[in-house]
């Protein structure tokens, strides 16, 4: 039986969002329905309402969650009704080319859910934000999007696991793969560029150096693992990072931004040999002009990470048990938590920069 229940939908073009009683159907072959118990406020959020995204409206917002499935359709195997999942973008196949290479990150026929959920009052189909829409009680994905971990931990820390967190430390896991012994410079410091942080401290690194042009942000990245601290409003940002690792450069720059102003940055501020890891998601329009004999004269890889090209089965449960582990403090991410009608009022914050995360819990 289809189910009625609450959630936070964007209705149009920059419109406030608003609580609307929406319609669950069934999980079909494949899907499953998850009761949400905590979402995440992420820039994406925002920026679906605004409609930077798509023109898709209505939206169902809501990606960074956590929760127990439901129900099950058929051919579902792999998550049975009562385990503890955190939900991903999107379900792999597991036979395209990018899957059979180890890089489902990149699999050509991902999927979400696809039944639809449906607006109570017209009945006009949701578009789930990335596929989720967890800004609700309850909501409807593709089986694939769920991974079962640890029903210990609060689900207001799992959830971020979902999505910036997730990018962020995988950033400087996957992407940069920053090992032991390491510099690291990351610039941004925001949600994802604290998880990149985060995971530096993890993998090992000696020096990690944040940059950003805001004094509360950058004490913020003290506490998430940073040894030093940059403002680039106040001294070059190259020249301190070069300073602060005798005179060459970091072995890894995350980019935490999105412009073409800190991806230079990075791009000057590596080592020779050093990686250079695009994060923060530029716009359409933004260009990048270089001088190709210094991408050839300092050598090393420039690259970019995908979702901290991140493998939810296996990355998913291993920081939740470092976290339980009191090795990886997630809960730090988590600044307020607040609950499913105060969406709009997180949204002024976030876009003030006084939160890392507001989490929503249900
Ligand atoms: N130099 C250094 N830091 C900057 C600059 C700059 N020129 N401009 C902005 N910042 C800092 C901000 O002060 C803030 O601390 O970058 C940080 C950005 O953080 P948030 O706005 O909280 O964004 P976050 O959620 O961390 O995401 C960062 O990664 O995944 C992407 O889409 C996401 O592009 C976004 C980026
Ligand atoms: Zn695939
Ligand atoms: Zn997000």
């Not at 973008?89 to 026929?109: E, H, N, Q, S």
């Not at 080592?271 to 260009?287: N, S, Y």
Request: charged content about 20%; aromatic content about 6%.
């Amino acid at each position: 039986m289809a189910q009625e229940v609450r959630g936070v939908i964007a209705p149009g073009k920059d419109e406030p969002v608003r609580i609307e009683t929406i319609v669950v159907p069934d999980p079909g072959p494949g899907e499953a329905v998850v009761r949400i118990q905590a979402c995440g406020v992420c820039h994406t959020d925002l920026h679906y309402k605004q409609g930077g995204i798509s023109d898709d409206y209505p939206f169902l917002l809501g990606h960074e969650a956590a929760g127990v499935v439901e129900s099950v359709g058929d051919d579902v195997t792999d998550v049975a009704p009562g385990d503890f999942v955190i939900l991903n973008w999107r379900a792999v196949c597991g036979t395209c080319r990018a899957c059979l290479r180890g890089r489902p990150w990149y699999c050509f026929d991902t999927h979400n859910a696809k039944q639809k959920m449906t607006l109570a009052s017209t009945g006009q189909e949701l578009s789930p934000a990335l596929g989720i829409g967890a800004f609700a009680e309850k909501t409807l994905v593709a089986a694939g999007q769920c991974t079962k971990v640890d029903p210990e931990v609060a689900p207001e820390v799992a959830g971020l696991l979902g999505c910036g967190v997730m990018a962020g430390i995988g950033a400087a896991i996957n992407t940069g793969n920053v090992g032991r012994g390491d510099s690291v410079a990351v610039i941004g410091c925001g949600g994802v560029g604290d998880a990149a942080i985060a995971g530096s401290r993890l993998a090992g690194a000696a020096k990690i150096i944040a940059v950003d042009i805001d004094d509360r942000k950058l004490e913020t990245a003290r506490s998430m693992g940073a040894t030093h601290t940059v403002n680039s409003r106040t001294s070059d940002p190259v020249e301190a990072i070069r300073g602060l690792t005798g005179g060459f450069g970091a072995d890894v720059v995350i980019e935490a931004v999105g412009r073409p102003e800190t991806y230079q940055q990075a791009f000057y501020a590596r080592d020779l040999a050093g990686t250079v890891v695009l994060v923060g998601v530029p716009t359409p329009e933004m260009k990048l002009e270089l001088p190709l004999l210094d991408v050839f004269g300092r050598g090393g890889s420039l690259k970019s990470s995908w979702y901290g090209d991140c493998l939810p089965s296996r990355d998913f449960p291993m920081l939740i048990d470092l976290h339980q582990q009191g090795r990886l403090d997630l809960g730090a991410f988590v600044t307020e938590t607040i609950r499913l009608d105060e969406v709009e009022k997180a949204f002024e914050r976030m876009h003030k920069g006084d939160v890392l995360r507001s989490v929503v819990v249900l």
